[in-house]
């Protein structure tokens, strides 16, 4: 498709961008993400300079657990397509360390819905590529009616221009904020400044959108998708605006405020401490009763924690650890199976995101594409394995092998470097058992 007034989509864009559904979109992927790095106080609503704002971060660890899910260690991929292309995948994933890119990738795509990888050609020939991670905070997307293609991505950035007015001897410096973007088309890309387009519109050579998405939560009828930290967020800030409250409450209890009646010409109060209170006739004071319901708050709060997690499908016990004593590994299991189905429902997409990431790492490269790829995720987040119980029954029958498990705790190791451990470690418990029956025979 030739793009043959370009402008016509810069204008649709900048408008989608800049109105009052996608603008609160990118503020709320900003309030995520403030609350996931600890910057809440701001958001508590304060009546009065008596309050002191009480803020507790329940976004971080559950998002941090949501996120780390995947990428937690390097990942062994099994390549299908051409053995050129599957050569230099090969060796450009394990030069960049791509499991460590993938867990930024999937913490901010949990934070704001959408990540966007960015993947070109470093312009001093330095490395074959270059990839760059961009949140759903950072850009608006205008999708075609299929809500599955990229008709513009508009990529958005907040600076600070410093502007030199004045004269030479007596120079003004002043600094004014102002919104740059640039907008990417399939055969242009414009940069925009305050809404309006500088300068001519750049060719896009490569004729394509070389931005890959990773999305936390599929959203059916748009492009863009959902966060689940929102309603992790809006509960945190609910609990954080509650917190506070009580304890301003507790403090004007614990003060015993006096309220002053039956002023009206603005007669003077004279305080003394430890003695008494004057006022003016007709004037009456007395204790504020307050009732803080303490056990309510903490009740309410309490629920709040509670709905935060079970929300979240992240279960408490797996953030906390188990506080009530001993639990039974069918009963953990139980209590883990909300986050084993958001393990399962991830790595299931997520293993499409990286077969499309590969592709365009190879189409920038001009390499042909591969047809599948096979990631192994680890699955070992869950407390206990129900398989390690019948592991010996298993190997006796054949259907597991000790190489089988050797390879599973260490997935980087190939099997004959992990036959080779195991027939180590039988003939050192080989050594170790004939020590202890010589040491029998001879007591």
């Known amino acids: 498709m030739i793009d043959t007034i370009p402008n016509s989509i810069v204008v649709e864009a900048n408008a989608y961008s800049f109105g009052n559904?996608?603008?609160?979109?990118?503020?709320?992927?900003?309030?995520?993400?403030?609350?996931?790095?600890?910057?809440?106080?701001?958001?508590?609503?304060?009546v009065n300079e008596d309050m002191d704002p009480i803020a507790v971060n329940l976004t971080n660890p559950v998002m941090t657990k949501r996120s780390s899910l995947l990428y937690t260690r390097p990942l062994v991929r099994e390549f299908d397509g051409p053995s050129s292309?599957?050569?230099?995948?090969?060796?450009?994933?394990?030069?960049?360390?791509?499991?460590?890119?993938?867990h930024q990738v999937d913490l901010s795509a949990e934070l704001t819905g959408t990540a966007m990888v960015y993947v070109g050609v470093p312009e001093d020939d330095s490395y074959p590529i270059e990839l760059r991670v961009y949140d759903?905070?950072?850009?608006?997307?205008?999708s075609e009616d299929d809500?599955?293609?990229?008709?513009?991505?508009?990529?958005?950035?907040?600076n600070d221009l410093v502007q030199s007015t004045g004269t030479a001897r007596a120079p003004i410096v002043s600094v004014k904020r102002v919104i740059d973007s640039e907008v990417w088309t399939d055969n242009y890309i414009h940069r925009v400044r305050d809404g309006i387009v500088q300068g001519g519109?750049?060719?896009?050579?490569?004729?394509?959108?070389?931005?890959?998405?990773?999305?936390?939560?599929?959203?059916?009828?748009?492009y863009l998708g959902h966060s689940p930290s929102n309603s992790v967020r809006q509960m945190n800030q609910s609990y954080n605006q509650t917190a506070t409250n009580l304890g301003y409450m507790l403090k004007m209890q614990a003060a015993t405020p006096v309220v002053l009646n039956g002023f009206s010409n603005g007669e003077a109060v004279s305080i003394h401490p430890g003695t008494a209170i004057s006022l003016p006739v007709g004037a009456s004071a007395g204790a504020l009763q307050l009732n803080p319901k303490i056990e309510e708050s903490l009740k309410f709060l309490a629920?709040?924690?509670?709905?935060?997690?079970?929300?979240?499908?992240?279960?408490?016990?797996s953030v906390l650890g188990n506080s009530s004593g001993s639990t039974s590994g069918v009963e953990l299991l139980i209590k883990w199976a909300p986050i084993k189905g958001v393990f399962t429902e991830k790595s299931n997409r997520y293993q499409t995101y990286e077969l499309n990431l590969a592709?365009?790492?190879?189409?920038?490269?001009?390499?042909?594409?591969i047809d599948n790829i096979i990631v192994h995720y680890p699955e070992d987040y869950l407390p206990v394995d129900p398989t390690r119980e019948i592991l010996g029954e298993d190997i006796k029958l054949g259907i597991r092998t000790p190489i089988d498990e050797v390879l599973k705790l260490n997935p980087n190791m190939t099997e004959a470097d992990a036959e080779a451990e195991v027939r180590a470690n039988l003939e050192f418990n080989k050594t170790l058992t004939g020590t202890e029956v010589k040491q029998n025979k001879e007591d």
Do not use: C, H, W
Request: aromatic share 10%; net charge negative.
């Open 21 to 46: 559904d996608e603008k609160k979109r990118r503020e709320g992927a900003l309030r995520n993400k403030d609350f996931y790095y600890g910057r809440q106080e701001q958001y508590i609503n304060l």
């Open 85 to 102: 292309s599957v050569s230099l995948l090969e060796d450009i994933y394990s030069n960049m360390q791509i499991d460590d890119i993938l």
């Open 136 to 142: 759903a905070a950072d850009f608006s997307v205008v």
């Open 147 to 158: 809500n599955k293609t990229i008709q513009a991505l508009q990529l958005i950035k907040i």
């Open 201 to 222: 519109a750049q060719r896009n050579e490569l004729e394509y959108i070389p931005f890959v998405p990773f999305k936390a939560q599929e959203v059916i009828t748009q």
């Open 303 to 317: 629920y709040l924690e509670d709905k935060l997690y079970e929300t979240s499908s992240i279960p408490k016990i």
């Open 359 to 369: 592709n365009m790492i190879l189409k920038r490269l001009n390499m042909e594409p």
